[in-house]
């Protein structure tokens, strides 16, 4: 009697012993994701890809995660500011969209892990040390501007038979075009191409040199959007302009090669994942894009009269009809 | 001394039987069971790494085929809609073949990200198409790659497998090529990006610390969750566990490398299990410290080390209970033993055990209770005796003083009452008795000398006028023995029974007084019990009728009947 007593008061012990290990775990908590980009909404691209991946990874909105969306939505100085405000709100993490909002963030706060997606090459706009070992407090998706920058012109060329001059015109302060100048030069000389750069500082400069492209003219339109660059060169360019993202077929451009920004935000979704479970940022390499899109506008290009060979159309991802 | 001496010794002795056999065997079993159940959980534990090792190995090939497929797939419905037996392709006539294939490899950069570049060599190995999404596409760029193992293993394997290699430091790439058996003789590579890979490898959680990382065939690093181990380009080909893996990939079949002990690629000790990829010649690990490891099982032993210390203790207190309950019994029926070897022998022993012992004691009281009889029996039997001897020797001094009384008087009366009150106290007839003389003129016996009658009755005696044959007097004169009547209201024929139930009297017993067959009275005596007399009392009886014959012949006759009557009324009294 006693003996089975103490045998079964044993046993109970241990069961206790063992659930009080299991609630020892470490208790679930909502992870605060402060978000930062230049958007006009909250819905971006990358922000709607962001979410989705993570979803995938098990860390659901509401439930695991809660994000803290600051848009922009191109003010002056309102980037930092709202920079500021995430790094001082204490979230576990700030997702960044395009360069100047990394930057942001990155002055921001020395501590708070970043993630950034959208930066065109992360290691010569200064954002990371190195693509593998990035230091600092950050890592992220680089969308590969400067090694696709001659892709942009071999597509280009394909879409536009017998293509003669091509524009690049970019703003001065622009180092990610800069750094892509010199493997966009020895491409166009590859392809017999006359390449015609125009380094703009001002929006004076920006449409003279709009006015000046021709009908049949070429135009390689530059990843960063400082001045909104890329929306003028759609407006007022007369010959082909090449995008670096699909988003600008969308709005009438003729023809994109780059990475897709949801998809850039999905990719991310895992370096985040990991952030939040304990990996430092610094130990996660910087990752290209994986999705490298061409999108085309069959209906700018009837417009334009261009034929759309048959190479850019097998290869395409995304046909804006 | 020794009783307690002993006793302790019988006690200790069972209690360490008990307690070798009962905690012995708790003790040996469950070291028994700790050793299988560790057994057990540790081989647990290998196995569920080991098929987590294993899953992984198999998404890795899974991937690494599937892209091998597609480059597989591409070329072969290039090969069929290229016109049969087409001529080998000159550097200048590019011609429409290659304007198919650029559109089947565009095609599959679009379906497979995972692909980078794709490359066409011809037999020579000089590159004709290159297409890519990072860099620029090329047609017949002639570049000689005949020398690079890619071309020279799909050639040779028709497959293959390159090593590694990071683009701008980041991504791990590798090289897949392939050749088409049935096909001219030319090879198309493909670069792919093995990121699938490192996720598949990055995600694998093994308990707190433990990680996997991949090994190539030349045992180096591929693919490990910190990437900057990978790019060190690490020789593990010498570590115990890649030559573990890579002896059982050549063992081939042998599938019971079970882990190896080894130093981590962190340095620590851990464990480590792997699946080898034969197709690629790959092997997945997975390492877990030892001290994670042992750690888990550790619980479990304490729990079983407690478990079976409280089993010793309960044990323990068993042993000493059962060897109590069994010496107890045993003290019993020695101490019961030495109570009756004392002269207790009333002494009972109470066992209740219900077995032996208990019969034991049973048997042990059954003795006694027969010794106790036997030695009862012989009290009696010397109480008897003595009483016998006593008696006699009474009777003995009576017959004495009769002899005395008869030969020192020569008063009949005097003798005849001696006579009766000798009878009388030695038989102890509390009713009296009574000594007749038979008057053979009138046929009626006279009562001579009475003792410890009352007068009234001796009255009635005198009245009764008894004759030959009438009451127990008659009786024993006419049958010329003695009578004796045990119980008085039984005799409902004779005429004294009434004044003798008046007077109280039960039983009589008469003794006629004989001379030669001539009755001359009888001597009776009276009790006030029922019952027969004593034959001892019969042959005294006997003896003083005699001695009372002797007295009244010896008397001087004739004798006044008045006087002796008057001197037996005052003795009577």
């Given at each position: 009697m006693i003996a089975r007593s103490a045998v079964l008061a044993l046993l109970l012990l241990a069961a206790v012993a063992d659930a009080a290990a299991a609630e020892a775990q470490p208790e679930h908590r909502v992870y605060r994701i402060g978000v930062l980009n230049e958007a006009w909404a909250a819905n971006h691209p990358t922000v709607e890809g962001l979410k989705e991946g993570l979803r995938e990874l098990g860390l659901v909105e509401g439930r695991d995660v809660a994000y803290e969306i600051r848009y922009t939505k191109g003010v002056p100085g309102a980037t930092a500011a709202a920079a500021e405000e995430l790094a001082k709100a204490g979230v576990d993490l700030i997702f960044t969209s395009n360069e100047p909002a990394t930057l942001a963030a990155k002055s921001a706060t020395q501590s708070i892990p970043i993630v950034f997606t959208l930066v065109g090459d992360p290691v010569a706009t200064r954002v990371v040390d190195s693509l593998a070992r990035p230091g600092g407090n950050l890592t992220g998706i680089s969308s590969r501007a400067t090694e696709l920058a001659p892709k942009r012109l071999e597509v280009l060329k394909s879409l536009v038979t017998g293509l003669k001059r091509v524009w690049f015109i970019y703003h001065g302060s622009d180092s990610t075009d800069t750094a892509a100048l010199a493997s966009v030069r020895e491409a166009a000389s590859r392809f017999q191409i006359e390449l015609i750069v125009r380094e703009v500082n001002d929006l004076g400069a920006l449409f003279i040199a709009l006015k000046e492209v021709r009908r049949d003219d070429g135009v390689l339109a530059p990843v960063v959007d400082t001045f909104d660059i890329p929306a003028k060169i759609l407006d007022v360019a007369r010959g082909p302009g090449i995008f670096p993202s699909a988003l600008w077929v969308e709005n009438g451009a003729v023809i994109s090669y780059g990475p897709d920004f949801r998809a850039q935000g999905v990719q991310s979704a895992r370096l985040v994942a990991k952030i939040l479970r304990g990996a430092r940022p610094q130990d996660l390499p910087v990752e290209g894009a994986d999705r490298i899109d061409l999108a085309v506008n069959l209906n700018t290009a009837r417009q334009l009269a261009l034929r759309v060979p048959p190479r850019i159309l097998v290869r395409a991802n995304v046909v804006q009809r | 001394m020794s009783g307690p001496q002993a006793r302790g010794g019988l006690f200790w002795k069972y209690l360490a039987v008990i307690l070798f056999l009962v905690g012995g065997v708790l003790a040996l079993s469950t070291a028994v069971d700790l050793y299988f159940s560790y057994e057990e959980a540790k081989e647990n534990i290998i196995e569920l790494e080991r098929e987590k090792a294993r899953a992984a190995a198999y998404r890795i090939e899974q991937f690494v085929t599937s892209m091998e497929r597609e480059v597989r797939g591409v070329m072969s419905a290039s090969a069929a809609e290229a016109?049969?037996?087409?001529?080998?392709?000159e550097a200048s006539g590019a011609g429409g073949v290659y304007e198919q294939r650029y559109m089947d490899f565009l095609r599959m950069l679009r379906n497979v990200p995972a692909i980078i570049t794709l490359r066409q060599l011809d037999s020579d190995g000089a590159e004709r198409l290159s297409v890519s999404v990072v860099e620029l596409d090329a047609l017949?760029?002639?570049?000689?790659?005949?020398?690079s193992p890619e071309f020279l293993a799909a050639q040779s394997e028709k497959r293959y497998f390159g090593p590694v290699f990071s683009r701008d430091e980041s991504e791990p790439h590798m090289l897949v090529a392939v050749a088409l058996p049935e096909t001219a003789p030319e090879v198309i590579v493909a670069e792919v990006n093995l990121k699938a890979i490192w996720d598949v490898v990055s995600r694998l959680?093994?308990?707190?610390?433990g990680y996997a990382y991949v090994v190539d065939g030349n045992g180096r690093?591929?693919?490990?969750?910190?990437?900057s181990m990978v790019l060190q380009n690490r020789d593990l080909s010498n570590t115990p566990q890649v030559k573990a893996a890579h002896l059982d990939a050549t063992a081939e079949a042998k599938d019971d490398a079970p882990f190896i002990m080894a130093k981590g690629l962190d340095g620590g000790e851990v464990l480590a299990v792997f699946a080898n990829i034969p197709h690629l010649r790959w092997s997945v690990f997975i390492e877990r410290p030892l001290a994670e490891v042992v750690t888990s099982l550790r619980t479990q032993i304490w729990r079983s080390v407690a478990l079976m210390l409280l089993g010793l203790a309960l044990s323990v207190l068993a042993s000493v209970m059962l060897a109590r309950r069994m010496v107890a019994p045993i003290r019993r029926l020695q101490e019961g033993a030495a109570r009756v070897g004392r002269g207790e022998l009333d002494h009972r022993i109470d066992i209740r055990t219900g077995d032996e012992l208990q019969a034991l004691a049973d048997e042990f009281n059954h003795a006694t209770t027969q010794l106790q009889d036997s030695q009862r029996n012989l009290e009696q039997k010397v109480e008897a005796r003595t009483e016998a001897l006593t008696r006699s020797l009474e009777e003995v001094h009576a017959l004495g003083e009769v002899g005395r009384a008869v030969s020192s008087t020569l008063d009949l009366q005097t003798v005849l009452v001696t006579i009766i009150t000798q009878a009388v106290e030695l038989s102890q007839a509390d009713a009296g008795g009574t000594i007749y003389e038979f008057d053979e003129a009138s046929g009626v016996f006279e009562p001579r000398a009475n003792y410890r009658v009352s007068d009234a009755y001796v009255r009635i005696l005198h009245e009764s006028q008894i004759r030959l044959g009438e009451s127990a007097v008659g009786k024993c004169a006419a049958r010329r023995a003695p009578y004796q009547v045990p119980d008085v209201e039984k005799e409902e024929d004779s005429r004294m029974r009434g004044p003798l139930l008046h007077e109280g009297v039960r039983a009589v017993l008469a003794v006629p007084l004989l001379r030669e067959e001539r009755v001359i009275g009888a001597l009776v005596i009276r009790r006030k019990v029922a019952g027969e007399f004593s034959p001892s009392v019969v042959t005294l009886l006997q003896a003083l009728s005699s001695q009372s014959v002797l007295a009244i012949q010896n008397?001087?006759?004739?004798?006044?009947r008045g006087r002796r009557e008057s001197s037996s009324r005052s003795r009577a009294s």
């Open positions: - | 016109p049969a037996g087409a001529p080998q392709p017949n760029s002639g570049k000689d790659h005949s020398k959680r093994v308990g707190k610390a690093l591929i693919a490990h969750p910190d990437l008397a001087p006759v004739p004798r006044d």
